[in-house]
């Protein structure tokens, strides 16, 4: 199997265990062996956490401090090459077969260069892992009953935001929200970000433009809330800047499931 032209890099404060089982899903099921750029950002490293970077042939990056999440993909992006790259938490764990997971990853660089996406979503769509609460907001205003219509009908702003959680409730959303879901291709989507918010979780995207737009205008928005203390990018992104923008995000069938081994402090 040839090498693909993307790099993986994986954002891991504290939770080893978590990054040990997805390095290993990693290995097992072929992704480690499909690019030779390969990097694990460690905040508030440990000997074990460098250990098991090396163990699976991943480059530490190493910070004595913690550096949030937004600061910690920051500083991970800025040790990658330029191009694609595959942005990762460590309990991410790979639940596709080794030739399912390189045929979505060499379809999401194509069409993430081909459409200009400002990023693939790589999260599975029929195994998310917990949590995933977009799924039950969604289905508060677009169930077929007349509380979810009054819903629709009271606050149609919220109900046109919901849209783009649709691609991982329906079997065809393109059919019920055929204005604005675009089918690119089998299990693969088109929507604009005025219907889908920004996420972190398992996501491809040009290192460059993610730099320069994604963590730029994060840093700059002013937060009302943070995560032990720091910015996460999700939360600074929710705003009119980034659904005015009408960026265009690719789904997925998808790749990725959310295991999270062990309590990390949030």
Known sequence: MSKLSFSIGILSWKGYDSLENSLYSYKKNG?????????????????????????????????????????????????????????????????????????????????????????????????????????????????????????????????HKLIGTSVYCLENPEKIHHHIVKKICNGFYLVPSSILTWANLAILVDRDVYLEKIIKIAEQTKSKKYINGFKNIEIELNNSWWRNNEFKILITPGLFKHNRLSHRGY
């Open 31 to 159: 992704l480690s062996n499909m690019t030779n750029h390969k990097y694990v950002c460690l905040p508030e490293y440990t000997e074990e956490g460098v250990k098991i970077a090396k163990r699976y042939n991943y480059k530490p990056i190493l910070a004595r401090e913690n550096l949030g999440i937004l600061g910690g993909f920051k500083k991970l992006a800025q040790e990658m090459p330029k191009g694609p790259i595959l942005l990762l938490e460590n309990d991410l764990e790979l639940i596709e077969n080794k030739k399912e997971t390189f045929s979505q990853l060499q379809k999401s660089i194509n069409l993430l260069n081909e459409h200009k996406v400002i990023q693939v979503r790589l999260r599975s769509r029929k195994n998310p892992g917990e949590p995933f609460v977009g799924l039950r907001k969604y289905k508060n205003y677009w169930s077929d009953n007349i509380i979810s219509k009054i819903k629709r009908f009271l606050r149609p702003f919220k109900a």
